[in-house]
C-alpha cells in the first residue's frame, strides 16, 4: 500500500468552464512527513543548547540584546519568535537577500557575499556572479529590460518629466501621463475606469478599509495574501475564512450569513464581500472563478479580486484570469492588480464602473495621501499595456504571452515527467516543487546557485511546516535551453519525490 496520495481539484459544476480545469495538491508522503517533524525536533533540540551555551558565554552570541534598563519592558518579541530567528531561519539565512547588480530578466548578476558567523553578519568578495539563470523574479513577460522600446520612452519621460513628482495627486501631482495610464489600464481590463496606485500592498491594504467597514462581512480565501488579510483587518469588518478554493466552503458561509445575519441583531449584513486572487503565488493554483461568481450573484454579494500574478500571465490576450476563463468583466466589481510583475514597473490599480472609481478618488488613503507616481514608471506602464494590446503595431506583446504559456505547459511537463511533486494549476507560471525536509531548503538554494541558477525556497512560517518548497516563476524571456539546463541540474540534485518511492 503506498503513502501517498494526489489530489486533482476538478469541479462539479462544469457546465461553468470552457476548459477542462484540473490542479494537482499531492499530499506528503507518510516517511517524508515524520522525517520532516524530526528534522525540525532535532534543530529545535539543538538550538535550546546552543541557547544554553550562549547564556553561560561558552559559545559567542551575536543577537541583539535588551539595554540592562530595559530588562522589566516587555519584549519586542515572542520569544518563540526570537528562538526561530536565531537558531533555524539564521542557519539557511544567506538563501535570501541577495544583492542583484543587474537587470532581472532571464539572467541576472549577483554580487558574491560570504559570511564568517553562520550568518549573522555578510560580506562582499568583490566578486560577481555573471549570468545566473533567474527563476525568482515575477518577469512573467519579460519586460524587465533596459533595451528596447519601454527602456527608450522611460528615458525620453525621465528626460522630460524628472523622476519625483513631490505631490499627490488632487494637488500638483496630476500628470498628463497618469491621467493616459488610467486609460490605457481601463481599456486594457475592458471596463469603465480604472486609478492607479504607488505601491501594490497599499493598493489592497487601503482600499479594502474604504469599501467595507463596521457591519460588512468579508469572505476570504484562508490563503489571500498578507495584504488583503491587512486590509480586511483594517476595515474593522466581521471577516471569516473560507478553504483554499473551495466553493462548498464558501457557499456554507454565504448561506449562513444570509440565513443568520449580524451576530447578537441577527439584522442583515451591510455588504458581503468576497475576497480571492487570480494565481494564488504560494501554491500556483487559479482561481475558480466562474463558480465564485455564480455564487456571488446568487446571494447578492460584491466581490474583489485580486490579479496581481494572472494579469498578464494568463488568458489568450494576457487580460488575466477573467480572460483566462472567458467571462465578463462586469461580474467582478473590484478588480485590483499589480504592474510589478508582468509589466516591469511598480505600483498597482483597482478597476470598475466609473462610480466606485470616483468614489475611491475621494475616500481612499492611498489616492488621498500618497504621493503620485513616479513619471518614468507609469511610461513604463503605458509602454509595456500598449505592446501587449499590439497598439505599438508589432505582435511582440502577444507573442510573450504565448511564449510563457508554451514556457508553463514545457517546464510543469518535464517536473511532472522527472516525479517531481508539483502543486497548482497546468496554466500557472508560478509552480512551487515540494522539498519538505528543512535541511533541503538551504541546501537547495545554494546548490543551485553553484551552478549558476537562482531559485526562491521557502519554509516554516510562510508554508505549512511540512510543505517546505522551491518556487521557480517562468518568464517569456526564458529560452528552452534555460529551461532544460534547469531540469537537468535537478535530476542530478534531487531524488524526485514520486509514488514510487513510497510504494
Known sequence: ??????????????????????ESFEETPMLVA??????????????YFRDYLRHWKIEKCYIATEKEEQKDFVPLYQDFENFYTRNLYMRIRDNWNRPICSVPGAKMDLLERESHDYNW???????????????????YLGFAENTGPCADSVAEVTMKYGVGVASTRQETGNLDRHEEMEKVVARFLGVESAMAFGMGFATNSM????????????????LNHASLVLGARLSGSTIRVFKHNNMQSLEKLLSEAIVHGQPRTHRPWKKILIVVEGIYSMEGSIVR???????KKRYQAYLYLDEAHSIGALGPRGRGVVDYFGLDTSDVDVMMGTFTKSFGAAGGYIAGKRELIEYLRCNSHSAVY????????????????????????TTIGRDRVRQLADNTVYFRKRLREMGFITYGNNDSPVVPMMLYMPAKIGAFGREMLKRNIGVVVVGFPATP?????????????????????VTQFLKVLLKPYSAKNFS
Not at 515524520?34 to 538550538?47: D, H, N, Q
Not at 553578519?121 to 518577469?139: A, C, E, H, M, P
Open 121 to 139: 553578519t555578510f560580506k562582499y568578495t568583490g566578486r560577481v556572479v555573471q549570468d545566473v539563470i533567474n527563476l525568482g523574479s515575477y518577469n
Open 207 to 222: 482600499n479594502i478599509p474604504a469599501l467595507a467597514g463596521k457591519g460588512c462581512l468579508i469572505l476570504s480565501d484562508e
Open 34 to 47: 515524520v522525517l520532516t517533524y524530526m528534522g525540525y525536533g532535532i534543530l529545535t533540540i539543538f538550538g
Open 289 to 295: 472563478l466562474p463558480e465564485v461568481i455564480a455564487l
Open 370 to 393: 500618497a504621493t503620485s507616481m513616479s513619471p518614468p514608471v507609469v511610461e513604463q506602464i503605458i509602454t509595456s499595456m500598449k505592446c501587449i494590446m499590439g497598439e505599438d503595431g
Open 465 to 485: 511546516i511540512i510543505e517546505s518548497r522551491a518556487r521557480f516563476c517562468i518568464s517569456a524571456a526564458h529560452t528552452k535551453d534555460m529551461l532544460d539546463r
Open 1 to 22: 500500500q503506498s503513502w501517498f496520495k494526489t489530489v486533482y481539484a476538478t469541479s462539479p459544476h462544469d457546465s461553468l468552464y470552457s476548459r477542462p480545469f484540473i
